[in-house]
């Protein structure tokens, strides 16, 4: 299947006199894994900001399966299937861990893609946080979301998204802030999800995982794209190498 | 058409006049709010107090009106700053305990003055000075004349006081950045503390000018809240701008209603303007409010 | 040596939360007591109107519509909504009652519903432009709102202008007088409370703690929130169309600041958030304002007192003591 999922056509944004996006275009075909990265405040989450319509862009047009969604409102772009992980965390902190996904599930996206009798929330919640890794017999699944450690709270993330069953699933550094141990767990979930035909857009820091697994590595400095390919050729791109990879050797190193 | 041709002057210099008025009840209000997010509900009861306090100033203690009005700016800047200290500081941050302690302040001052009996007829002003002279055949009174002149002073002031004194400066960079501006070694709380003495301070001084024209009533009180955050909601509650482009147009769209209607109705255009302006533009004509667009 | 107070359930609240409850009186009376000793004193007062007088069944009728005034402003209150002007809805439900019965003659069976329903309706349509600003912006907007009402009343002369509309059908009889807005009181405040912790419960909650988390989630935050206000806007919009058929008038008092800041007050004083807090407070600052009434507008720098000093001071609430009290117990440990 070669099938676009999502297109973004010349997408800009400025927020005062700072340009966060340039002209960014850029297509992602059904069930591919497209990794993005940058240095630090080269657009990254704006651009999922764009992408999810938590912030409008100035110019350009986001195309969804064919229909436009720009500048649609984020619950909207939520329920059409296209879902993000923040890369602040935001949970709700005063809940216990599995009534945070009590929330996305009680939408009518939930309601449409499960039919009227799913079970109980509470269990499908607890389902969903096994899943990314909650041990279920635990008391991890029941702890209060701000008693938990910041690794749990960004596979909570996750399993929000999950909650949606989404068609695009758009994850902002969600390895940032894990223990090693944690990506290790983490990285074969969102192996086996693309693998089941899921399209995600993975915005990273951690290159060596990320390149293992992304079919296409995009990459953006400030704002515009610079690069875009298989990880080897990204990998091996001169611009590249100059923006990113130069000063980013000596700390992975 | 002989009515007309005097109706057209008198109708652009009143709206001119209105204007200010507003421009001038609005401006402590939205300065507050504009630089330490603070909406000070207890505006209109410190702009009463201020109004009471000169009275009593002259007419207890008969002080002469320029040490009255100089003592009243004063007390009421302070009044503002205690405010913070006192009462905001222990709430910042929680819009819902802010808005419900500044109301309440307000409402206490309000309802003190009524109590204390300031009810009657007796409680005016003195005008500045009397006397009126003919503009292109209109008759302005001096006092009119003076509160124009304030009300442009004060904006001067305003813009040569946040670009170009140290206090002023951090003012705005509070305003727009909390945290960066702290960074920087600005004092955020005392920096919201001026905020607010500031904020009242010019509440003291729209009383002062504005005040003379009519009788000091109670619900004078809760009118010009109501004026403060109409033209807040009008123009954009923390833009400079927006509070003068609402109030020019506010102020004329009342003067207008007022001749060719009948007065009462002066009152109803705000409604109209705040359901409009709400209806298209929830965050006013100027305003940055933007609810999603924070850093995710 | 120093001491540190420490709190701990007691033995009985911690045997109580697990099925087991339900195995002795003691734990059954523990857990019911609190729920049913006030709605058993409500209902019961108003069979006691010749011990108690009609004036003080008039308190308890007036304490009911304050409560449920609180009501509705927690209900708003817990979706993020902060309300300075349950006036608004006191107000709508009012004149559309007090107009029904006007202007088509129609008896209160018919005109009370149907104040609270179009009332509710008129206030959700009213604020919906403004449910997408947060926190202060909205309790400017619900400030302005029944006081330029009132304005356009008097202004434009209609609905009876200043004068009001007055004659209007008296309630059936005395005991629909006094049982009706306990009743209602009640439904609201168990309705409320059953609502707010079910799964909408915890969208409402969560739209005010967090609402793009809630969005991300592709639900509708300004549909949810429409909703409380509708369901905050029944409740208020009855006081007001009860009271109109109660007083057999309406006029724009009906807008008056006092059916904003008594509920604000009793909420604030009861503790915020949980239904039951501004039920208490109505039912303290009610009698305590009859109390009062010698001293005339101190009243109100009395509620702007109590208001700053709970604010401020006490911003937990006299629900959340007391609660604490029953369920809690202190003691002093050493520590270091
Ligand atoms: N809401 C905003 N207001 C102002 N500037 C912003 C906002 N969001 C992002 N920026 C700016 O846009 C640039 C890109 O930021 P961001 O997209 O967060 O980068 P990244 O995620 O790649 O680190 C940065 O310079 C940042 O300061
Ligand atoms: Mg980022």
Known sequence: ?253 | MDCRKIMLPSIIIYGLINSVILALIAMGFSLTFGISGVANFAYGGFYLFSGFLVWMLLNYLKFPLILAIMVTIGVTGLLGFVTYWVILLRVRGIALSEVIATFALGVGILELFRWMGFVTYEFTLPYLKKGMILIAGVPVDYQRLFIIGIGLGLVLFLYFFTHYTRIGLSFRGIAQNERTAISLGIKSDRTAALSLAFGSAMAAVAAIVILPLGIISINTGYEVLLIAVAVGIVGGLESVPGILVASLILGYAQVITGTYFKPEWMMVVYLAAIVLVLGIRPSGLFGKFKELEERV | MKYRKERLDRGIKARCEDIFALSSYREILYLAFPRVLPVAVLLILPLLKDVVGLYWEKVLMISCIIALLALSWDLMASVGLISLGQALFFGAGAYITGFLNHAFKLPPILTIPLGTLAGALFCTLLLSPVLRLRGVYFAIVTLTLPLLLARFIETTKILGGTEGMSGLSPLPDIWIEMYVPVLALLLCLFGFRRLINEDYGLVLQGIRDNDRAVMSGAINIYWFKAQAVFLAGLAGSFAGAFMTHYNQVVGMAAFAMDYSILPLTAAVLGGVGSFAGPTIGAFILVPLSEMLRAVGTLRVVFYSAILIICVVGLPEGVFHYIRRKYHQFERMVEVG
């Open chain 1, 1 to 253: 299947m070669d099938k676009t999922i999502l297109a973004a056509e010349n997408l800009c944004k400025n927020f005062g006199g700072v340009t966060a996006i340039v002209e960014v275009s850029f297509e992602l075909k059904e069930g591919e894994l497209l990794g993005v990265i940058g240095p630090n405040g080269s657009g990254k989450t704006t651009l999922v900001n764009l992408l999810t319509g938590f912030v409008k862009p100035d110019l350009g047009r986001v195309i969804y399966r064919g229909s436009e969604i720009t500048g649609k409102a984020p619950y909207r772009i939520a329920e059409l299937g296209i879902v993000r992980t923040f890369q602040m965390v935001k949970p709700f902190y005063q809940l216990p861990a599995f009534k945070n996904l009590v929330i996305p599930l009680y939408s009518p996206r939930v309601k449409k893609l499960r039919g009227g009798g799913y079970g109980d929330r509470d269990d499908v919640a607890i389902d969903l946080l096994e899943d990314v890794g909650f041990e279920r017999d635990s008391f991890v699944p029941y702890k209060i979301a701000s008693s938990l450690p910041h690794g749990y709270l960004k596979r909570l993330e996750l399993a929000r998204c999950l909650a949606l069953r989404p068609d695009l699933l758009i994850l902002d550094e969600l390895f940032s802030g894990m223990s090693m141990s944690e990506v290790a767990s983490t990285l074969p979930i969102i192996e086996r999800l693309n693998s089941e035909g899921l399209s995600i857009i993975m915005v990273e820091h951690r290159l060596k995982e990320l390149f293992r697994i992304a079919n296409r590595v995009m990459v953006l400095n400030f704002g515009a794209k610079i690069a875009d390919g298989s990880p080897r050729d990204v990998m091996e791109n001169d611009a590249v190498k100059a923006a990113y990879l130069g000063s980013e050797e000596e700390e992975d190193a």
